[in-house]
């Protein structure tokens, strides 16, 4: 699906590596490549023409997030150097004012590390109690379990939309309601999300949410945080300085300026959040209904044809996500990623920054394979006739 749109796609890439960073389709270069040779000028601070143009591309960005998680003005959407910078600033811009010592946030051992490192140095700092919630057999969030979790000191309940290493998606909404009828704050990590789903943060009823855009198409170095207002007009800048102060004076006032304006201090990421609108507008195009539904056949026909392999192990052969884990039996992750690339085959294999979850595997390192809408039954047919081949993996890449 739109292949043509992918330069790098032409040099017989297969490239499976889509949950850690996306491939650019040729219209976000394009859109970056005019803001610097058509109106190259920096985001509000301009009183000429070719300023006014990024001012207004800067901000029609903003209205697309909005619009595209269905927040309820754009004012909510605040933009970042990808979903760690967002996870932070929720953490310790909002939340290290906001919780007391004693207070207790649930995570489950399934997260990325930027939804757990935060949380632990709060920990240190403040004395809050991190606790997980109790993952299933198949490695899954279940609602009874994140119930059974919250006691009368449970403040905040932070999870991922769809995690990096299971791919399982949490019933987000259903979570919302439980958080907010015992007075808890719901925090939501989209990195894995937001590329692959219709994510609806109202009907979620979720309080923050932080996602990036190199993983949905955009470039790098650009994300997003989104917040309720009432709770992003509590929250205290990580940056204080240009563009986002009204004025200050000698005697050492300071008068800062709106949600979000002074959540965004300094020159922002213009290429970045221009670019980011474009694969907004992209995604929009293609319909993400119809690209969650084409990578969850094409995810069906990849467990199909792994399962039929008795040396493959599977970890989260159920889940309904673009994510595979395995593993070759007997092979390290690393030696399999070598050597797939040496086939032109490109994997993640390690840990994929969740390193508590040997807790729960009793391994250290998966192969995985992330899909997009990009990919086909062909790629998959190849990587399979590879894998097929790879009891000589030893004399290929030593």
Request: glycine share 6%.
């Amino acid at each position: 699906m739109n292949r043509e749109d992918f330069k790098l796609l032409e040099n017989n890439l297969i490239y499976f590596d889509n949950g850690a960073t996306t491939l650019k389709p040729k219209v976000v270069r394009d859109a970056i490549n005019d803001y610097y040779d058509k109106y190259s000028a920096n985001a509000h601070r301009g009183d000429y023409k070719i300023s006014a143009i990024v001012d207004s591309l800067y901000e029609d960005t903003r209205k697309k997030v909005a619009n595209f998680i269905n927040a309820k003005e754009p004012s909510e959407i605040v933009f970042t150097s990808g979903t760690t910078n967002g996870m932070n600033m929720i953490v310790f811009g909002f939340f290290k004012k906001y919780l007391k010592e004693g207070d207790e946030v649930l995570i489950t051992l399934s997260e990325h590390a930027s939804n757990i490192i935060p949380w632990f140095i709060l920990q240190k700092e403040i004395g809050i109690k991190v606790k997980y919630i109790e993952l299933n057999d198949k490695h899954e969030v279940e609602i009874n379990n994140v119930r059974n979790a919250i006691t009368n000191k449970t403040k905040v309940i932070s999870l991922a939309y769809i995690t990096n290493v299971i791919g399982d998606e949490r019933p987000i909404k259903e979570i919302s309601k439980l958080a907010h009828d015992n007075n808890i704050l719901m925090v939501v990590d989209a990195a894995q999300g937001a590329p692959h789903k219709k994510i609806n943060v109202q009907e979620d009823d979720i309080d923050f949410m932080a996602f990036s855009g190199h993983k949905m198409y955009g470039p790098t170095g650009i994300g997003v945080l989104y917040g309720k207002f009432d709770l992003l007009d509590k929250m205290i800048p990580m940056n204080y300085g240009g563009g986002m102060n009204a004025m200050f004076t000698k005697d050492g006032y300071v008068e800062l300026r709106e949600i979000p304006t002074r959540l965004e201090g300094g020159t922002p990421n213009i290429e970045g959040v221009i670019g980011l609108g474009e694969a907004v507008t992209y995604l929009e195009n293609i319909g993400i209904d119809k690209i969650n539904e084409y990578e969850k056949n094409l995810r069906k026909y990849l467990i199909d044809e792994l399962s039929k392999l008795d040396f493959i192990e599977i970890y989260n052969k159920d889940n309904d996500s673009n994510i595979v884990a395995f593993n070759i039996k007997g092979v390290f992750a690393q030696d399999t990623a070598v050597y797939l690339d040496k086939y032109n085959i490109c994997v993640r294999a390690g840990n994929h920054c969740a390193k508590i979850l040997n807790n729960v595997f009793n391994i250290n390192n998966t192969v995985r394979i992330s899909l997009s809408f990009y990919n086909n039954k062909e790629e998959i047919d190849l990587l399979i006739n590879v894998l097929k081949n790879s009891a000589n993996i030893w004399k290929e890449i030593l």
